[in-house]
Every structure is written in C-alpha cells, then in structure tokens.
C-alpha cells in the first residue's frame, strides 16, 4: 500500500486505492458499530478521519486508539460523506505505535490557554496553532534562503563564540570553562582569561554583523542567519534571550539602498507566507479574530489578520526621520499624550509605545525611521554631516513595533576610530573589524531582522514565546 503524510492523501485522487497512514489521534468518536477517529501527523492543519467498523477489530485495539495515541492505519481511501471534508480512510487494520492514557494526556480535546501550553511545550506542537505556527516559521526560513539566493546573495556563517560585543550594550553571555568558584588569577588579582579555553574573554554573540561586514567587504552581497544571544533583563512579549536574526550586509549600499532592500524583503516574505500556507493562516485568521474580540474596542486591530498581511504587502511603509517622528508625537493630541507612560524628547530613545503609536494611531502602516542621534546608537553607524546624527533605519510594525534594525556603516577610518574611543571599546577586541576600514574600506550598509518577530507578525500572534519551539526567557531554560 501507498505510504503517505495525511497533506498529500486529501489532495489526492487516489481513492479506492489502499493506503497507510501514521500520526497522532487528535479525537475518537463511536456510535454502536463505528468509531470515527481524527487522526494528524503534523504535515496539515486538517485532520484525517479514520473510520473504523467496530465488529472488524478487537476491543482492545479500539480501546487504546485515544487522544494522544499514535497508530498506523492501513485501509481503503473513499469519498468521504461527512462535511468537512473529501475523503476518508474506511480502516482495515490499525496498529497502535504507542499509546497514551487519556486520564493523563496534557492535551486534553478541548483548548488550553497559551501560558499553560508553554508549561508543555515539550507537546504543544500538536496542537492546532502550534502546528501551524512551526509550519509558517519553516515556510519563512526557507524563504529567507530563498530571496537572498535568488538575488545573488552569499549565506556568510558568522560564529556563535566570539570575543566581540557587536552592539556594545554589554548584554552577552558570558562563555568560560573556568571553575567559577576558584577561578586562576592573574598578577592583579582579577580572573585570568589567558588560561580560559580561549586564552581570552569569550560571550555568546549578539549579533553576526561585524562579520557579515567583513564578508560583504568581499563576496559584496552577504546575509548570516543564526541564532544570537542577549542577556538583556526584559520580561515582555517582544524579547527572548535566545533569538534568530536575520542580517544581509551589502557593499556599496547606502541607507535609501537598505530601506529598500528592508521593504522588498519583507513584503517578499508576507507574500511568500500568503501564498504557501494559506490554510494555516486561514486558521490563525479566525484565531486573531476571536483573541480581538476579547479586547477593549479601542485596543482592537482595526483588520484581520489575513487583511493586515495583505494590506502590509500592498502600500509603501511610511519613510521619516528620527526628528520628525519626535515632533509627531510631542504634537499628538493630549488625550494620547497621556497614554504614553514613558515622555519624549528629542535624544531620548523611543519606547515601544511611541512606535506602535505611529504605525498604529496615526500612519496606519509600517514605518521607517532614519537618521537617529548619535549617542542612542551603537559605534558602528555612518556620521551625519550634522554632527549629531547617525545614518540608522528601524522599521516599524503594527502590533510588534520594531522588526529591523540597520544602518549604513561608518567606513572612514578616522571618523569610526573617534566613536571607538568615545563608547570605550578596547580596540584590541576588534582589531579586524577596523582593519577592513583601512584596507580597500567602501560605503556598506546591512539591517538585523528579528525572526520571532516576522513570525509574531505573520502568525498574529500576541507574545514571542509562542513563535519559537523552546523560548529562553529569564528564569526559563526548560525543555
Ligand atoms: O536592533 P538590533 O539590536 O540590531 C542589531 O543587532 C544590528 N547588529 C543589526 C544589523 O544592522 N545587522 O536587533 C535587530 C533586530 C531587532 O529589530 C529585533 O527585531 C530583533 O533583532 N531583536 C530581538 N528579537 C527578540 N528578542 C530580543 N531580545 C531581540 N533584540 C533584538
Ligand atoms: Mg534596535
């Protein structure tokens, strides 16, 4: 019989023809003489239904076919007569690969709420939106892959262990085969990272960018694609401190360059998510739906999901400056003034409030803001002529706020040395990455996309813990 995933037998047309099929019993039903069992292996958000004459199998068999079960039936595909869906499976054999009590089964039939499904996460990806959430997160990462091969890109593996601080935020985990309790000192008295497996002080990275630079200065077009690490204390829906960002660095860009290559890529995604996992989507469609009915009518996304991705995909996001955007808001109207919780001026970092305030409230679409102060940025960016700007660019995101973060890179040598010394970093630490500034240096520019927050963003999720398999958050390393 034909072996198959349950996606490609409801697509096909193979009915009479005997099949086999594999996955996890989602429900059982019986009347007197059948039993109906929805079964799912995890390759579709719809179920299969396998239907089971009762006199053709022993009690036992039938016993153990409960929710969480995983079987293999092997039976005649039929048009099916119940609605919902094409065919069916009338059953010849079944065997049970394991069993599972249905006294104990975390996953009960019914739904659960996200904080308890974390608390399962080793198992929340049988369930409906888990499944079509990991599916859509797949979709996207192969797309990723995809755009950037398909525009002559180069996927650049920048290390994981690394010596440097990259955004200069000291937010790194530190990593060290030193024994923490008695640890080797040096003349002074303080830790000697000399006799560190490294010979020196090592972290976990932040982000692969200054070495993405350093492959953009020569296969010119490069993108790294791992995970990066921050220790940064921020218990909200929007952080993880094991992440996956996505960071394309190209030579001879400036930031008009970026900003366009920021949208096309986007747009490029959500148009890719759109048209391959449209059934997924079409079940979180309806979730977001049902989560925003829940909220206060003026929290509430004014469009569906669905509408939101293709609305995101058809217009232009919105392009101002850092300045602009700070007279907008102090401008806006008292009663929203109110609202925010943090104040703003200009030379204070924008919280994420301002920024849903400006996607959300009054652009109505995404936006990007360029041309930041100096001192809120890291040492990397190109210098305004203004003295005290740097030629930076986040991208804005209803319902996630910021979703990129790039900038063109300073390449003068002089000019990058002044910002070296200014933040206090020991140049000894990226003595290569200044290097490239002295060598055959050239105008550059790259971004960092948060992945969870891509797949926040198409899966209308409302917290990034649910978007990624295992999320490491503070005080949580399970699973
Ligand atoms: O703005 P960030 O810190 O920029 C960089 O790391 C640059 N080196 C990128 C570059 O120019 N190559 O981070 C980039 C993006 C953010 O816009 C956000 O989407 C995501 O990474 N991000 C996080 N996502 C989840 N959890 C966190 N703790 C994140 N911190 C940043
Ligand atoms: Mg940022």
Not at 134 to 156: C, E, P, V
Not at 267 to 284: M, P, Q, R, S
Not at 339 to 349: I, K, L, P, R
Request: hydrophobic share 40%.
């Amino acid at each position: 019989s034909q072996k198959t995933n349950i996606k490609a037998l409801l697509a096909s047309d193979a009915i009479g023809s005997t099949v086999t099929v594999r996955g996890w019993v989602r429900t059982k039903r019986e009347s007197k003489n059948v039993a109906f069992i929805a079964l799912n292996d995890g390759s579709t958000i719809h179920n299969l239904q396998v239907v089971a004459d009762t006199a053709k199998f022993d009690e036992n068999t039938l016993r153990n076919v409960t929710t969480g079960a995983c079987i293999c039936a092997v039976g005649l595909l039929v048009e099916s007569a119940g609605s919902g869906q094409r065919v069916e499976i009338q059953a010849e054999s079944i065997e049970i690969y394991g069993v599972s009590d249905p006294e104990k089964y975390p996953l009960q039939p019914k739904e659960h709420s996200l904080e308890f499904l974390r608390e399962i996460a080793h198992l929340r990806p049988r369930t409906n939106t888990f499944g079509a959430i990991l599916r859509i997160r797949h979709a996207l990462a192969y797309a990723i892959h995809k755009y950037f091969n398909d525009n002559g890109f180069y996927y650049l593996h920048s290390p994981i262990i690394t010596g440097a601080d990259a955004e200069g935020a000291g937010e790194m985990f530190r990593v060290t085969t030193l024994d923490a309790k008695n640890p080797p000192l040096d003349e002074t008295g303080s830790v000697d990272f000399k006799q560190d497996f490294f010979g020196r002080k090592t972290n976990l990275t932040v982000s692969g960018q200054l070495q993405g630079e350093l492959g953009a200065m020569a296969l010119s077009k490069v993108y790294t694609f791992g995970p990066t690490f921050r220790a940064e204390n921020s218990n909200t829906a929007r952080h993880l401190a094991e992440f996956w960002m996505i960071e394309p660095e190209v030579a001879f860009n400036d930031l008009d360059d970026n900003m366009e290559l920021a949208e096309d890529f986007l747009k490029y995604l959500i148009n890719y998510a759109l048209t391959h996992c449209a059934d997924d989507l079409a079940f979180l469609d309806a979730r977001f739906r049902k989560e925003e009915d829940k909220k206060k009518k003026e929290e509430r996304a004014e469009l569906g999901l669905l509408d939101r991705l293709n609305f995101v995909v058809a217009n232009p996001f919105e392009r101002l400056t850092y300045t602009e955007a700070v007279e907008i808001l102090i401008k806006s109207k008292p009663a929203q003034k109110k609202q925010f919780q943090y104040e703003v001026n200009w030379g204070t970092d924008l919280q994420s409030e301002h920024e849903r305030y400006l996607v959300e409230k009054h652009f109505k679409k995404p936006v990007i803001l360029t041309n930041y102060p100096t001192h809120i940025k890291a040492f990397y960016m190109k210098q305004n002529e203004d003295g005290k700007t740097v030629r930076a660019m986040d991208v804005l995101f209803p319902g996630i706020g910021e979703i990129i973060g790039g900038s063109q890179r300073e390449e003068n040598y002089e000019k990058l040395m002044a910002r070296v010394k200014e933040v206090g970093i020991h140049e000894e630490e990226i003595w290569w990455y200044l290097e490239t500034r002295k060598y055959g240096t050239a105008p550059h520019a790259g971004f960092g996309l948060g992945f969870e927050r891509l797949v926040l963003f198409v899966t209308g999720m409302g917290n990034i813990r649910d978007v990624i398999p295992f999320p490491r958050t503070p005080q949580n390393a399970d699973f």
